[in-house]
């Protein structure tokens, strides 16, 4: 786990995402991935709390999320509106998707602690490995998942159109 200055406890890493985190969860990743959209907590077009993990200080405080995607769907429901009309999926694939990773406080491990539960989910759940498909614009995300052990699998124009060129990356559940 990870230990954060101003916390006397290492963060825990749970998923899926306890009812009472969910909530503020899904404000903090809609904060940083979709806060121009809106959206429920809950109720169709909401999070899934099965699809997500979370780091939780002492106080059960949400210190960083992880939406997570799979052939069966992702962290965000999609809700059949015009979001889903343009959003353009990478090539298949039979790894667990990150599906956006954000935490309250950077350097501290929280991120590096999540992908390690997510890694751990994708073994238990079957899935050769991981995969995290980030905007070309974003090299800080980039060097983050390179340092972790992400190989590049390849580029393409995914997501929403306003997005750009997006990198997908790899990382297999074997080190």
Same mark, same amino acid.
């Given at each position: 786990?990870?230990?954060?200055?101003?916390?006397?406890?290492?963060?825990?890493?749970?998923?899926?995402?306890?009812?009472?985190?969910?909530?503020?969860?899904?404000?903090?990743?809609?904060?940083?991935?979709?806060?121009?959209?809106?959206?429920?907590?809950?109720?169709?077009?909401?999070?899934? @709390?099965?699809? !997500?993990?979370?780091?939780? $200080? #002492?106080?059960?405080?949400?210190?960083?999320? /992880? +939406? =997570?995607?799979? *052939?069966?769907?992702?962290?965000?429901?999609?809700?059949?509106?015009?979001?889903?009309?343009?959003?353009?999926?990478? @090539?298949?694939? !039979?790894?667990?998707?990150? $599906? #956006?990773?954000?935490?309250?406080?950077?350097? /501290? +491990? =929280?991120?590096? *602690?999540?992908?390690?539960?997510?890694?751990?989910?994708?073994?238990?759940?079957?899935?050769?490995?991981?995969?995290?498909?980030?905007?070309?614009?974003?090299?800080?995300?980039?060097?983050?998942?390179?340092?972790?052990?992400? +190989? =590049?699998?390849?580029?393409?124009?995914?997501?929403?159109?306003?997005?750009?060129?997006?990198?997908?990356?790899?990382?297999?559940?074997?080190?």
């Amino acid at each position: 786990m990870t230990r954060n200055p101003w916390q006397a406890e290492p963060a825990r890493i749970l998923g899926p995402i306890p009812p009472q985190a969910l909530p503020e969860a899904a404000r903090l990743w809609r904060g940083y991935f979709g806060g121009h959209f809106g959206g429920r907590l809950t109720g169709r077009g909401g999070y899934d @709390p099965t699809r !997500g993990l979370v780091a939780l $200080d #002492g106080r059960d405080r949400v210190l960083g999320v /992880m +939406g =997570l995607r799979d *052939a069966q769907g992702g962290f965000w429901r999609q809700d059949g509106g015009w979001r889903d009309w343009l959003y353009r999926p990478a @090539p298949p694939t !039979g790894d667990l998707v990150i $599906d #956006g990773i954000t935490v309250i406080d950077r350097r /501290m +491990g =929280l991120g590096r *602690a999540l992908v390690q539960g997510a890694l751990a989910l994708a073994g238990q759940g079957g899935f050769a490995g991981l995969r995290a498909e980030v905007r070309s614009s974003n090299p800080g995300a980039l060097d983050f998942y390179r340092a972790l052990g992400f +190989g =590049l699998e390849c580029r393409g124009r995914y997501g929403l159109p306003w997005w750009g060129q997006v990198h997908v990356l790899h990382r297999d559940i074997a080190p």
